[in-house]
């Protein structure tokens, strides 16, 4: 079953507005990251907080982390129409070297 | 570009049929890792290796193996393909074992028919 789940699954907002992403998982983490998919191809890892840091920010990306609700959010700023993708939270054990992948959100940005 | 690279893009074949998939690493990552995503499955980790050695399993079938070359490269195969097999399968590959970030190829579209 997958660790991480997103919310909402799928998200249509105006060129300029923020988009925020949820996801929550259910074990213990080292740390949780983010990707991008545009449609079909591969996935591009956008950051990476570790189970000690609350938020983190690049560029217009910020995220948050809370370990004690098991949940983290992605907020992109002033949306643009090349954010269009899927958005998928992934997350790290300690007791593994694998990630995990949420089941992604849909993000639409509309020009 | 991510630096990784996987052939073929895309795989046409029938059921029955066995099929490798072949990746490249990100020059000096020493870990690769096998991604499955279908439409009702998603993401699904399939194995890892690092340096040559099986390091993690996840969802993966009998029916598949993989491993790592000296040269670091990648190749997993599917055998007694199913048409349920059909999907996108990525390589990443990241410079050390453990949770960092990952780093994907573009894909390999499998379609069996």
């Known amino acids: 079953s997958q660790q991480g789940e997103e919310d909402p699954q799928a998200l249509s907002i105006q060129e300029g507005e923020n988009a925020t992403m949820n996801c929550s998982y259910k074990t213990s983490i080292n740390n949780l990251q983010w990707y991008r998919q545009n449609s079909g191809r591969g996935l591009v890892h956008l950051i990476l907080?570790?189970?000690?840091?609350r938020e983190k920010h690049s560029g217009r990306l910020r995220v948050t982390l809370d370990t004690s609700k098991k949940s983290s959010s992605l907020l992109i700023t002033a949306s643009r129409a090349a954010d269009t993708a899927s958005y998928f939270c992934?997350?790290?054990?300690?007791?593994?070297?694998?990630?995990?992948f949420g089941s992604g959100t849909r993000l639409l940005v509309r020009p | 570009d991510s630096g990784v690279t996987q052939t073929p893009k895309h795989l046409i074949t029938a059921t029955g049929q066995r099929v490798t998939l072949r990746c490249s690493p990100r020059?000096?990552?020493?870990?690769v890792y096998w991604y499955q995503q279908s439409l009702d499955q998603g993401l699904q980790f399939l194995i890892q290796y690092y340096n040559g050695e099986e390091r993690a399993k996840g969802n993966i079938l009998e029916r598949f193996s993989a491993q790592q070359f000296p040269d670091l490269h990648s190749e997993l195969n599917l055998s007694s393909l199913e048409l349920g097999d059909s999907a996108l399968y990525f390589c990443?590959?990241?410079?050390?074992?453990?949770?960092?970030?990952?780093?994907f190829g573009p894909g390999t579209r499998l379609t069996v028919t």
């Open positions: 990443a590959s990241s410079v050390e074992q453990g949770t960092y970030e990952q780093y």
């Open positions: 020059s000096g990552d020493l870990s």
């Open positions: 907080i570790r189970s000690n840091e």
């Open positions: 992934a997350t790290g054990m300690d007791s593994s070297y694998k990630l995990i």
